[in-house]
């Protein structure tokens, strides 16, 4: 299957600051999803994005299929931002990174 | 259903005895998935159906594993003579389709997971 890599692993923040995290795949995909999964374990739908830009509210993501990456932006982070992000991407079944776990500090 | 369901919530077994895991997907989707996800680690993937073609069974880590969907609807995930190492959340999610495009979204719901405990 895909190979999907994201980085960092791990990245701490303070409250209002940006960042951005990235997902690489090692193939050409159809499909290609961000998700947030919070300490409860559910995982939250962010985007659906197989190519190009969406946006919404602080959340902003970017697919450039023929580069083979994803970047999924946060801006004036919060604390209830703090979790684990995943990407997945999809030519045949859908593989998983091993996601990145996002603390944001008060 | 208004999303995808999943049974039981929790189940603790003792070690060498066979459980089954429950989905019912979105009403309407075609392709469903179950994923493993170990404490503190990534999704792993066991199996894909999508529609009434053969299921993709590549992920499943060993012959004890085996999924079935009825009726092209609920799926069942069956572990025959469970392993501690078995202990995981086990998740299902469905989509509209399994190859998107255009016209038709690709997009993965998930169900809030079954816990599994091997004493």
Not at chain 1, 47 to 74: D, H, M, W
Not at chain 2, 7 to 32: F, M, Q, Y
């Amino acid at each position: 299957g895909i190979q999907v890599e994201q980085s960092p692993p791990d990245l701490i923040l303070q409250e209002g600051a940006n960042s951005t995290l990235r997902c690489n795949f090692s193939d050409s995909v159809n499909n290609l999803q961000w998700f947030h999964q919070n300490p409860w374990g559910q995982l939250i739908n962010l985007f659906y994005i197989p190519s190009g830009t969406k946006q919404n509210g602080r959340l902003s993501a970017t697919t450039v299929a023929t580069e083979r990456y994803s970047l999924l932006y946060i801006s004036s982070s919060q604390t209830t931002d703090s979790g684990v992000y995943f990407c997945a991407a999809q030519l045949n079944d859908m593989r998983f990174g091993a996601g990145t776990r996002l603390t944001v500090k008060p | 259903g208004a999303g995808v369901s999943q049974s039981p919530s929790n189940k603790v077994t003792e070690k060498g005895k066979d459980v089954e895991l429950r989905c019912d997907p979105i009403s309407g989707h075609t392709a469903l998935y179950w994923y493993r996800q170990s404490l503190g680690q990534g999704l792993e993937f066991l199996i894909y159906f999508q529609g009434n073609s053969a299921p993709d069974k590549s992920g499943l880590p060993s012959d004890r594993f085996s999924a079935e969907r009825t009726g092209g609807s609920v799926s069942t995930l069956t572990i025959q003579r469970t392993q501690q190492e078995d202990s995981a959340v086990y998740l299902c999610a469905s989509s509209l389709v399994a190859s998107p495009s255009a016209a038709l979204s690709g997009e993965l719901f998930f169900g809030e997971g079954s816990r599994l405990t091997v004493l």
